[in-house]
């Protein structure tokens, strides 16, 4: 990872995810953790999770600008993951003293497919890791094959405004590859207006142009 490398003496039993969707891949993996990092809605289990985890116990963290270092040692953890999360190197010192820690692989970005084969390594269940992704790229396949329309209509993902400007997804975004695995492209010019305040392409009203595309998805 970003940080170096991480040694896990053996099978982790209570595993804390810091990162905002690594406890995704745990419950996938079929891992419950004792402690999760919300994302939103001060919830650990969001609907898509919950076939593979209808009964977790899985406590929140405390909801924040900052991570909690205190809250994440009180759980004990055997093991931390990282991989969705923005850590900085102190925060990885810090929490190295507790348990072995997983911080983000280096790079702006990490594909749902790199999270779970690492996250499935410090599980040691990479073979379990490996069909999951098999399985969810079957899937995406199997759309795609039913839905030929949809190869090569362009499709953007959209956010919110701020500060006047729409936010739209990059190209390299994971959330985009949702749609270009379905068959569609990517719309054109977008990253060339990539905000580095804002981490993604922002467009003033005048380049609402570069969205005029055969679908918009807002989030």
Excluded: C
Aim: aromatic letters at 8%; charged letters at 25%.
């Amino acid at each position: 990872h970003r940080y170096g490398a991480t040694r896990i003496p053996a099978a982790p039993r209570r595993v804390v995810s810091v990162g905002l969707t690594d406890q995704d891949a745990l419950f996938a993996l079929g891992v419950e953790p004792v402690a999760s990092q919300p994302w939103y809605a001060e919830r650990v289990v969001y609907p898509w999770a919950g076939e593979v985890a209808p009964q977790a116990e899985t406590a929140l963290l405390p909801m924040g600008d900052e991570l909690s270092i205190e809250a994440v040692a009180a759980r004990r953890p055997d093991l931390i993951v990282g991989v969705s999360a923005d850590i900085s190197k102190e925060q990885y010192t810090q929490l190295s003293e507790f348990a072995p820690t997983i911080a983000s692989p280096p790079g702006d970005t990490t594909s749902w497919q790199a999270q779970t084969t690492i996250i499935g390594r410090a599980l040691a269940r990479e073979g379990r890791a490996k069909r999951l992704i098999a399985d969810v790229e079957q899937a995406f396949a199997d759309a795609a094959a039913r839905n030929p329309d949809w190869r090569g209509r362009t499709a953007v993902l959209a956010s919110q405004y701020i500060d006047g400007k729409l936010l739209v997804y990059p190209a390299t975004d994971p959330a985009t590859s949702f749609l270009t695995k379905l068959g569609f492209e990517p719309a054109p010019g977008l990253d060339e207006f990539h905000d580095d305040a804002l981490g993604v392409p922002a467009l003033s009203a005048e380049r609402l142009d570069l969205i005029d595309v055969d679908l918009i998805l807002w989030d």
